[in-house]
């Protein structure tokens, strides 16, 4: 099947100087969603820039369902929406989809059908003739999606698409990208609220000081975590909690135990290696078996957010 | 799937421009301002031309005519030379700052449609401010001795200083990331073109070698208002200084305060005064001036490459070398050759009166 989105050694430089892409490779397949995670800098925004045409890249190749990017196959394939977008205020909301309409040559029954289609699919038809600058954030930032798909591209570039929305507004936001995915768009968005794209996206990539880390299906992107998994226990007696440690940090499977600093009861355990569910139950049992009070066991894997900060210190460390 | 995308029909910055120009109290301030001020023009040389003719002074109704349209011809360029750079100042640099650049970027909208669109937006503006001085205007017409040929003039000069003061504003724009330096940008060469000229012609005769030359017509051929006070400049048929007329002293300044505006175009020859056309200059070198600087604009505007020859680079090139071979075709037409200031010809040599020879 072909990629929908491709490059090969993607390089960028700032000024000759400044290397904000180092040999990216990423590849994106048709019809899905693709969270692109990266703290500030990292070279999300430039990736994206390069791939809506809006910068040529230094070296590398970019191939847009396997069609070498050119600005021409960019406007057309692509709807792009930037971190940080502007509206123009002194709009109604369907001028401003027939202002971008206009721009991508729409005109006449089908350009009014377009924009009374967009409307519809972000929930803004009862807005239609309200001004932009009297939306609230969310309805802008779905105005803004809007203006990206009137030309119907088969690929979405969102850039930080849920920064700056109440929770409401997110919620929102991940099921019109949902929808849109049921549409057969691919989308790629970039975001630092690793949360969020667990929640929506089928794929995920890691890049760090313009590298990626790992990139590919958020399963197996998950498989990783098993290595460092971890359990949570509750003890229902305080007296309880020596003894447990003391059974806890002698235990083979156990690289680490300790109390939470919130809840002295709570103990976070660090295995040394991936456990399955009869090694659980038999750790548990030992405890029960020696007199602990186990009032709560839970397997607990490294979420997102952790295995984010991992990596992208260890790629600081490296480099540092 | 998107697969295939047509070319606008219409701008779509245009269209835009045209459902936003006229919203917000704003276009309707500059309207009531523009208006306001031609009708105090108008009122006041009416009542200056009356207090001439109370004092003594031979006052025709075509000299009120003149005047009135010498005065609100001056005003309107006035108006058009502050207004056009501040309305286009912000197109691009506009953008950059609203966060709208790179979505436009994203479309298949080229920077020179929305540079055209941006200007041509502006110029509607302008033209209404234009019609919609024309009853002020008409007041011209109870008194008449305007030709249908100085009107003609004036309306291309208007229109070429609009599209060129609106390019400079453009200019500005896609050199600087944002509205304020490319604001204050245009007005400085606004005021480069129009005060500092003036200022160097009136003081040119006492720095010159020898002393007491007129200014060269050259300085003032970019200079709107000098353009505009030497093209409504009526030449007498017939100079009377002996004559009680009115402006004897001045015969081509029918409205003193504009005399300021007006260093340069007249000199003095010994037949009479003698107007110098700079208005053909300026209104060449306006076009000009537009065309390049859009060129320039056009690829200013870019993000990147900014400099990477185009096809539209040839469209560009035709134009102005049309414009540049239509000059040098036609350089007797605009270039001025000033007669001598009679003063520094010098003077015939009294004829030495020689004794008879004594008679032997």
């Known amino acids: 099947m072909t990629l929908a989105i491709e490059t090969i050694d993607l390089t960028h430089r700032y000024n000759k100087k400044l290397v904000a892409l180092d040999q990216l490779n990423l590849r994106v397949e048709q019809g899905c969603i693709y969270g692109f995670i990266g703290p500030n800098g990292a070279g999300k925004t430039t990736t994206l820039r390069i791939l809506a045409g809006l910068l040529s890249p230094t070296k590398g190749e970019v191939r847009l369902l396997g069609e070498q990017l050119t600005t021409r196959a960019a406007q057309r394939l692509v709807g792009y929406m930037p971190d940080f977008f502007g509206v123009y205020d002194d709009l109604r909301v369907w001028e401003y989809l027939d202002f971008f309409a206009r721009c991508y040559g729409l005109r006449g029954a089908r350009l009014r059908q377009v924009v009374d289609e967009l409307l519809d699919l972000v929930d803004l038809a009862g807005k239609r003739d309200a001004f932009v600058q009297t939306l609230s954030r969310g309805m802008q930032q779905r105005l803004c999606l809007a203006h990206a798909l009137v030309h119907n591209p088969p690929v979405l570039l969102l850039d930080e698409p849920a920064s700056g929305l109440d929770p409401r507004a997110r919620v929102e936001l991940r099921e019109l990208l949902r929808t849109l995915r049921d549409m057969g768009k691919t989308i790629m968005l970039s975001s630092h609220i690793l949360s969020e794209l667990a929640e929506v996206c089928d794929a995920i990539g890691i890049i760090d000081h313009g590298r990626m880390i790992i990139s590919g299906p958020l399963a197996e992107v998950q498989q990783q975590l098993a290595a460092s998994a971890r359990a949570r226990l509750r003890i229902a007696r305080e007296r309880d909690v020596v003894l447990a440690l003391a059974l806890l940090q002698r235990h083979p499977l156990v690289s680490a135990a300790s109390a939470a600093a919130a809840d002295p009861r709570a103990l976070i355990i660090d295995f040394s290696e991936a456990l399955n569910e009869e090694q659980c139950a038999a750790i548990l049992a030992e405890l029960v078996n020696a007199g602990v009070a186990v009032s709560e066991f839970s397997a607990r894997s490294e979420n997102l957010e952790e295995l984010f900060l991992r990596l992208t210190a260890n790629t600081g460390q490296a480099n540092g | ?360």
């Open chain 2, 1 to 360: 799937m998107a697969t295939h995308i047509r070319r606008p029909l219409l701008n779509p910055i245009l269209v835009r421009e045209a459902r936003t120009r006229m919203r917000g109290f704003r276009p309707y301030l500059i309207l009531t301002v523009f208006l306001l001020l031609l009708i105090l023009s108008t009122f006041g040389i009416y009542q200056y031309m009356v207090f001439q003719a109370r004092t003594g002074m031979v006052v025709l109704s075509s000299h009120i005519g003149q005047a009135l349209f010498k005065g609100l011809a001056f005003t309107e360029m006035f108006f058009i030379v502050l207004v056009a750079p501040v309305l286009t100042s912000g197109a691009i640099s506009g953008e950059r700052e609203r966060l709208t650049y790179d979505m436009l970027l994203a479309t298949p909208l080229k920077p020179g449609q929305m540079l055209a669109g941006k200007l041509i937006g502006v110029l509607s503006y302008l033209l209404l401010l234009i019609v919609a001085s024309i009853p002020v205007f008409s007041t011209v017409l109870i008194f008449g001795g305007v030709e249908l040929r100085t009107l003609i003039w004036v309306v291309l000069l208007l229109g070429s200083a609009a599209l060129f003061f609106g390019t400079i504003g453009l200019f500005c724009s896609s050199l600087f990331g944002r509205t304020t330096p490319a604001t204050i940008a245009s007005y400085t060469i606004v005021l480069l073109l129009s005060g500092v000229p003036l200022l160097v012609a009136s003081i040119w005769p006492q720095f010159s070698n020898p002393m007491g030359q007129s200014p060269p017509p050259w300085l003032l051929y970019l200079n709107p208002f000098s353009a505009i006070v030497a093209v409504t400049t009526v030449t007498p048929t017939a100079f009377q200084p002996d004559m009680p007329f009115f402006g004897v002293n001045d015969p081509f300044m029918l409205v003193p305060f504009l005399s300021q505006f007006s260093v340069g175009i007249v000199r003095y020859a010994p037949e009479g005064p003698v107007l110098m056309p700079v208005y053909r200059a300026t209104l060449l070198g306006f076009w000009l001036g537009t065309f390049v600087l859009l060129w320039l604009s056009s690829h200013l505007a870019l993000p990147a490459r900014r400099w990477r020859p185009r096809w539209s680079d040839l469209g560009f090139v035709a134009v102005v070398g049309a414009i540049a071979l239509l000059m040098w075709v036609r350089i007797d037409w605009w270039w001025i050759v000033p007669p001598v200031d009679p003063w520094l010809v010098p003077m015939e040599p009294m004829p030495v009166p020689i004794d008879p020879a004594p008679v032997p």
